[in-house]
């Protein structure tokens, strides 16, 4: 439970996020038109709300699978060290590999968790982030699709959390500290 109080602002309606998804979708189909052979790979927990929607705005057969890598714990800032706290259940040796990730803030999860998938020979390999933090890169690590490149604000929503409260909020808000 966080200790400060706040408020949370909102960043990115509902209704923008669905019609941004859409979009995404539209191009990632295209993409994957060719293949029978993808796993949408979602990273635990911040992207459980995203992939549900991205799934089903997707015109592919596709399978479904998690991965939980290490993150913030109760804090606001990131750590450089990332652990695996969770696998995949399958192999993906010869498969198309969709990796969504919920935010891309100094890097070091994404270029974790693609440099682990690659040693695991997928045939093809792609990754979506809903939104991304540039100004925050420590790495020099970019999702394929980003739904929305946003400052460097601590947000939450949409399955993101802050010490993980308020991920059931459907639009993404900013935290903000009260004094
Ligand atoms: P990175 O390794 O620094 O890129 O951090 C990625 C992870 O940190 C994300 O998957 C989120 O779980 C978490 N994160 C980064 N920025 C925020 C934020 O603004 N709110 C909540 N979690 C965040």
Not at 12 to 31: D, G, N, V, W, Y
Not at 32 to 60: H, M, N, Q, Y
Request: aromatic share 8%; charged share 35%.
């Amino acid at each position: 439970m966080p200790e400060r109080p706040y408020v949370i602002d909102e960043m990115i309606s509902a209704k923008a996020i669905a019609a941004r998804l859409e979009e995404l979708c539209r191009e990632i189909t295209a993409e994957f038109r060719d293949t029978d052979k993808l796993v949408v790979v979602g990273l635990l927990r911040g992207s459980f709300v995203f992939i549900a929607d991205l799934v089903r705005e997707l015109d592919l057969p596709i399978e479904v699978d998690f991965l939980e890598a290490s993150s913030y714990g109760d804090s606001t800032e990131s750590s450089r060290e990332v652990r695996i706290l969770k696998d995949l259940r399958g192999a993906i040796e010869g498969r198309d590999v969709l990796v969504v990730e919920d935010i891309v803030d100094t890097g070091y999860t994404l270029r974790h968790v693609l440099g682990l998938l690659r040693s695991r020979k997928p045939a093809r390999m792609k990754s979506i982030a809903l939104l991304d933090k540039p100004s925050r890169r420590e790495v020099d690590i970019r999702a394929d699709w980003i739904g929305f490149e946003i400052p460097d604000e601590f947000v939450v929503g949409y399955g993101i959390d802050f010490a993980q409260r308020n991920r059931n909020l459907p639009y993404i808000g900013k935290v903000r500290f009260t004094p």
